[in-house]
């Protein structure tokens, strides 16, 4: 039986893409069921129109109030019968209402190794302090800030002469690894979530 998923992106898409390949390739057993944006311009979008998937704008400012908003997410997640929400580059902070009314889990993927540097910016945060490696965490969503139980990771060095955008395109050939490898971990019933640690981060 496939995992339904439904993902949800803001922008340029290229986890999403990770996924449709591995789903393609037969890497995972998934079955996308829906992409759903809060940005009509999300090159997300059309990446899923290319590959016969639902792809579903719901703007905020078309709801008097973020619970409405949020509501009428989880209903198409519903209608679409998933089994697993994936944000991929999702750019609004989920609230406690919308965790709290999921009847299925989330995740995230997340470029820095959490929980350093969490929130926006994640790879300028890293450049700033001055580490030496970084990487990406595929995590369960929780009511914190990039806060929920780690799956798994991946580490990538930082080299001297890197900018933002070379350490985060290191990083996010990392995340186009990792996120599929996550859920086919996840869809294949291998991880046990308690309430801090999820299993088996650990290398099989
Ligand atoms: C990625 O860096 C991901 O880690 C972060 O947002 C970015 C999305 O990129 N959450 P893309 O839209 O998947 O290309």
Request: proline share 6%; aromatic share 6%; hydrophobic share 45%.
């Amino acid at each position: 039986m496939r995992l339904r998923i439904a993902v949800l992106a803001s922008s340029r898409g290229t986890n999403l893409q990770a996924l449709i390949d591995a789903q393609e390739k037969d890497e995972i057993p998934t079955k996308i069921a829906v992409v759903i944006s809060d940005n009509p311009k999300a090159l997300a979008l059309e990446r899923a129109q290319k590959h016969q998937i639902p792809a579903i704008t719901v703007v905020r400012q078309d709801f008097p109030t973020r619970e409405l908003y949020e509501q009428e997410i989880l209903d198409l997640i519903n209608k679409y019968s998933c089994d697993l929400i994936c944000l991929a580059g999702f750019m609004r902070i989920l609230s406690p209402y919308f965790i709290g009314n999921s009847q299925i889990k989330i995740i995230n993927i997340h470029p820095s190794l959490l929980p350093s540097f969490p929130g926006l910016d994640a790879q300028q945060q890293a450049l700033d302090y001055g580490v030496k490696f970084s990487g990406c965490t595929v995590h369960f969503v929780d009511e914190g800030m990039d806060s929920g139980p780690i799956i798994l990771q991946a580490v990538v060095p930082v080299l001297v002469d890197d900018t933002e955008e070379t350490l985060s395109l290191r990083i996010l050939a990392e995340e186009h690894r990792i996120y599929p490898e996550a859920i086919k971990l996840i869809a294949e019933g291998k991880v046990e979530v308690g309430a801090r640690i999820a299993r088996p981060p650990l290398h099989q």
